[in-house]
C-alpha cells in the first residue's frame, strides 16, 4: 500500500468490526469475570482477552483459557506467538469458540513475553509478524488485528514504524491497534512501560494519514472521554486500559459521549453492582471463588463517600472459601 497525504475525517469512516471503543488486552486484568463486568457499561464497546499464548491453547486447558459468556460479544481474543504454524492451529481453535477477533501481541514488553520470542520484541522481525498475520488470516473467516508500539528501545524513525505497519496490513491485518509508546525492552518492567517512554500520538495520527483506507487505533495514556473524542477526530477507535480498569464508572457516558446514543444501558453505580448479583451467584454455584469477581469491582465506587470503606471490607471478606454475595451486600451498607 503506497501511502497518501490526504488529511482523512477518521470519525465518519466505517469498518465492519466496531472499533471506535475498546478496553485493552492486560494481563491479570481482562478476565471473564471483569469483562462480564464492563459489558453492562455498553452494548458497543469492544472488549478483549488476556494474551493467550497460542502454544498454550495447542497444549493447556482451552476451556479455562478461552470460555466465556455470550454476553461478553463483541470479544477479540488477544494470541501471543511468532510461529505461523502455532498460531494458525490456535486461530482455528479460537475461531471454534466463538470469538469475534483475533488480535496478534506485538506490543507487550515483559521479559517472560521476550523469552518467548513474541509480544514487542517482534517490531523487530516485520516480515515474521507478516507471516504469521497471513497465517491467522488463512486460518479463519474472522478478522486479523495487529496490537502494537511505535518502534522498540531507542528507535526514532517513523518510516521504520509505518514500515512495520504497512507489512501487517498487505499480509492482510484488518486494523492496527497502536500504543502510541515504544516499548524498552531493558531497564524498564511493565508498568513502567506504560509510563515512561514518551507518548507518540503525532505518530499514530500520520499513520492514519498515510494509510487513510485502514483502520488505526489509538491505546496509551488516554484517561477521559474527553481525550477519546479528541483523538477520534484523527483516528478510528481508542482503546483504553488501566483507567476504565480502576474507575469503572467512567464507562457510564460512552454509549452518549462515543457511540452517539440518546439513551444508554448503564445506570447507576448500585444499578450496575446489582445487575452483576445474579452472574456472581451463578458462578459461586460453579465453584468459582467470590475473589476472582470482586477483584474488579473494588473500584465502582471510586471519588464517592465511604469508597475506601467498601473497598477495603470486599479485600478483607472475599478470600474466605465460604465467602457468598452476602460480602458485597454488607460491603453496600457502608456505602452509606
Partial sequence: MRPGSEVVQARVRSFPMNRRFCIAPMMDCSDRHSRFFLRLFSSDILLYTEMVAAAAVLHGDRERLLAFSGEEHPLAVQLGGSDPEQLYRAARICGDFGYDEINLNCGC????VQSGSFGACLMNEPMLVADCVAALRSATSLPVTVKHRTGIDQQEDYDRFAAFAAA??????EALIVHARNAWLKGLNPRQNREIPPLKYDWVYRLKRDFPDHEIVINGGIKTLDAC?????????????????????????????????????????????????PYIERQLGLGVPLSRMTRHLTGLFNGKPNARRWR?????????????????????????
Fill in 109 to 112: 514488553p515483559s521479559e517472560r
Fill in 168 to 173: 501487517q496490513l498487505e499480509a492482510g491485518a
Fill in 229 to 277: 473524542q479528541q483523538h477520534l477526530r484523527h483516528v478510528d477507535g481508542v482503546m483504553l486500559g488501566r483507567e476504565p480498569y480502576h474507575n469503572p464508572y467512567l464507562l457510564h457516558d460512552v454509549d452518549r459521549v462515543i457511540f452517539d446514543r440518546q439513551v444508554a444501558i448503564c445506570g447507576s453505580r448500585r444499578e450496575i453492582l446489582h445487575r452483576m448479583y
Fill in 312 to 336: 477495603r471490607f470486599i479485600a478483607e471478606n472475599s478470600h474466605s472459601k465460604t465467602a457468598g454475595i452476602e460480602v458485597l451486600q454488607q460491603a453496600e451498607t457502608l456505602l452509606g
